[in-house]
C-alpha cells in the first residue's frame, strides 16, 4: 500500500512540476506583453514630449489595489514586492530612473531606494544629504532618497536644513520598520538569566529591561546577529534581535517589539521636481516660520484639530534667520489638493511668518523592512 | 491637427492604462495560482518526510529555459531575475530556506545571496567563514554562501582550507561581474589630460593607463562614483569607473573592461549537504593532495586534456599535512555522474595521494551585477 501511494505522490508531484512550468510560461509571456505595452506608452509619451514617465501617484495606487485583491498564499508584502519589481522592470524599458541616494552602498537608504522604485533603477550613491539636493535640482538625477527619521539618530537635521532651501518637492516616504524582540528557549522570563545584544539594542531596550528583567546581566556583542546565534544553544539566556535572527535561529519570541521608543522606525523621503497628484491616502508636509510667541504652538495646531486633519509629526527647529525664532516642520494626514486640508493650512498661515508646502504624497505603501 | 492627434494620444494613453491594469491582475492571479501548487507540493513532500524543497538542478534549469525562451522586451537578466524572485516567493511558502552569508550587511556576498536565491530567504550575516561553514554542518542553516574568488583580495583562502576538512558540498556558484571603463565626456583618449578614480582603481588599471594614456595626471577620489561626478561637467578629464555611473552621469564609455586583470569577476559558493543531479551545464570542483615530484603537475592535468574535459581553475596551497606538499583545487566543466569527468577523475585520482570531490553544481546562470 505504501509503495501504491509513493506512487500516487511521485505522479502529483510530476504534475506539480509541469503545472508550474505551464504557469511560469504565462506568466512570463504576460510581464513581456506588460513591458510591450509599456513602450507603447514610451513612445507616445516621447513623441509629445512628456517626461512623466514615472508617476508615484500611479504606481502607489497600482500597488494598494494589488494588496486589496491579494486572497494568499503569499503575504501582501511579498506580492507587492513581486509586482513592484515587474513594473520597475517595466518602467526602466521607458525611462530608466536615475536615483541618487545617500551611500555607501549597503545601507538602509539604498534598501529605501530599491523598496521604493524597484531594483530597474540607476541608483547612484553618494556622500552627502546636500549633494543629493544638488543632483536632483540639477536634473543629474530625477529622485532623491535621504533619511529623514532615523531610530539610532533621531531626526537628520541635515535633511530638514536643505529641505527649508531647496525648491524641491517631497514625492514620496519609505519607512522601514525596525523592532526589538527578546528571543529565548526560555520557557518564560523568570528563566532568563542573562540578556545579550549589540550595546545599541540594549540602550534602545534599557526601560523595558529594567522593569521585565531587574538586575539580570547584560552583555554587548558585536551584532543582534552574533546575540541570536549565542543564545541558540542555551534555556537560561535570552537575545534581543529582529525577527529575522528569530526566524533563522528559531528562537521563539518571549516578548515582541520590547523597544522603548514604539515608533523605531526609519523613514526616508523621495525628493523630485514633480508635483504628485491625490491618491486617496496621502501626506502633507509643510515648513511654518513662526516667532515666538505664548501659545504660538498651540494656535498653530488648532485648526488641524478643528477640522479633524491630523498633524502625526512636529518637529521644531531652531531658524538661521534673523526675522522668526524656529520653523517647524509639520506632516498632515491628506493632500493639499483636498478642501479641508488646504483649509487647515490657510489657517495656519495667517498665524505664521512664513509657510511653505514640501510636498503632498502617498503614504508609504508598508512598512515592512526589505 | 495638434489637438485631435493629442486626443488620439490621449486615448491611447488610457487604453495602455486599463490594458496594464488588467495584466496585472492577471499576473498577480498566475502568481497566486503558482503559489498554491507550491503549497500542494511542499503538503504531498511533508507527508512523505521528505526536505528537498529547494532543489538547485531544478531551479537552474528552469531559470535557463526562462531566458531561452525569453523574447524581449525585457533582457535576460532582468527577465530571470523577475522569476527567480517568484520562485523564491512561492519556495519560501512551502519551507522558508535559511542561508548564513559573509556578512555584514550590504557585503557583495549578501548581494550574491539574494541574486542566487532571491528576496525571501532568511539570510543571516555570520562575522567569519568558519562560522557559516559550522551553522550549516549542524543544520542551523540549510545553505551557507562564501566569497571564493575575490578582484581585490584573489583567491579567499579561508574559504579553501575551510573546504579541506569540511563535509559539506559545493552546491551553487554565483558570479559578479566586475568591469572597469573609462568615462569621459572627451571625443577621444588624445582629448584626456586627468584619469580620476578611488586609487584602487587606478591601481587595477594601471597597465592599461601606462599603455593608453601615458603621462596623464592621475587623481585619486573616495569613490568611483564620486570620480564619475567630477568628470561628469567636464571635458577634458575621465574617471574610471563601472556602468551604474556611465548610465547614471551620462557619460559615454571611451573605452571598456580596462582592468587589467581580464575576470575582474567575484565569485561565490553556496554551500549545502545535499549532492546536485546533474543539469547539462555543470562544474565539477576537487581537491587533489600530491607529492611534490617533478612533472607532478602536467601529469595532473593530462587526463583532462586527452579526455576534452575543461579545467577551469586550479589553484595550489600549501598543505598542512605531512605526508604530501600541496594541495590543488581544481575545477572541471561537466558534472561528476557525466563518465568523462568520473574517468578524468579517476586517471587524476590514480596519481595523487588523496582526491576528494567538493560538489558537482550548475554553473552560474548569468554573471551580471544585481
Tied chains: 1, 2.
Excluded at 14 to 30: K, S, V
Excluded at 161 to 181: M, N, Y
Amino acid at each position: 500500500m505504501s509503495s501504491r501511494q509513493d506512487k500516487s505522490d511521485d505522479e502529483a508531484l510530476a504534475g506539480a512540476r509541469e503545472r508550474i512550468d505551464t504557469l511560469d510560461a504565462q506568466i512570463q509571456a504576460l510581464i513581456a506583453e506588460r513591458a510591450g505595452v509599456a513602450l507603447d506608452v514610451a513612445r507616445i509619451k516621447t513623441a509629445r514630449q512628456r517626461t512623466d514617465f514615472y508617476r508615484p501617484e500611479r504606481e502607489a495606487d497600482v500597488l494598494r489595489r494589488v494588496a486589496e485583491r491579494n486572497e494568499g498564499p503569499l503575504d501582501d508584502a511579498t506580492i507587492t514586492r513581486l509586482m513592484r519589481e515587474v513594473m520597475s522592470a517595466c518602467l526602466a524599458l521607458e525611462s530608466p530612473l536615475k536615483v541618487a541616494y545617500l551611500g555607501p552602498e549597503g545601507t538602509y537608504t539604498q534598501a529605501a531606494v530599491y523598496k521604493h522604485f524597484g531594483h530597474s533603477v540607476r541608483a547612484m550613491p553618494l556622500p552627502a544629504i546636500d549633494e543629493i539636493f544638488r543632483e536632483v535640482e540639477a536634473g543629474n538625477a530625477d529622485f532623491g532618497v535621504v533619511p529623514v527619521e532615523n531610530s539610532t539618530e533621531g531626526v537628520v537635521s541635515h535633511t530638514l536644513d536643505q529641505l527649508v532651501g531647496s525648491s524641491l518637492q517631497i514625492c514620496g516616504e519609505v519607512a522601514l520598520a525596525v523592532h526589538h524582540h527578546l528571543l529565548s528557549k526560555s520557557v518564560d522570563l523568570t528563566g532568563v538569566k542573562r540578556v545579550v545584544a549589540h550595546a545599541q539594542s540594549l540602550a534602545q531596550c534599557r526601560k523595558w529591561l529594567d522593569r521585565r528583567l531587574p538586575g539580570v546581566v547584560r552583555e554587548a556583542v558585536s551584532s543582534n546577529g552574533e546575540a541570536a546565534r549565542r543564545v541558540a544553544g542555551e534555556n537560561q539566556a535570552a537575545a534581543i534581535a529582529g525577527r529575522a535572527a528569530s526566524e533563522f535561529y528559531e528562537l521563539p519570541m518571549l516578548a515582541s517589539n520590547i523597544e522603548d521608543e514604539p515608533n523605531n522606525t526609519t523613514r526616508f523621503l523621495v525628493l523630485g521636481k514633480q508635483k504628485v497628484p491625490a491618491t486617496g491616502d496621502d501626506m502633507t508636509s509643510i515648513l511654518v516660520a513662526i516667532r515666538n510667541q505664548p501659545g504660538m504652538l498651540h494656535r498653530l495646531l488648532t485648526p488641524g484639530a478643528e477640522a479633524g486633519v491630523d498633524l502625526t509629526r512636529i518637529e521644531s527647529r531652531p531658524s538661521r534667520r534673523q526675522a522668526w525664532d524656529y520653523n517647524f516642520f509639520i506632516d498632515l494626514e491628506g493632500h493639499i489638493d483636498e478642501p479641508r486640508v488646504r483649509q487647515v493650512l490657510d489657517a495656519i498661515e495667517s498665524q505664521a511668518a512664513m509657510l511653505k508646502v514640501l510636498g503632498a504624497y502617498p503614504r508609504a505603501v508598508d512598512t515592512s523592512s526589505t
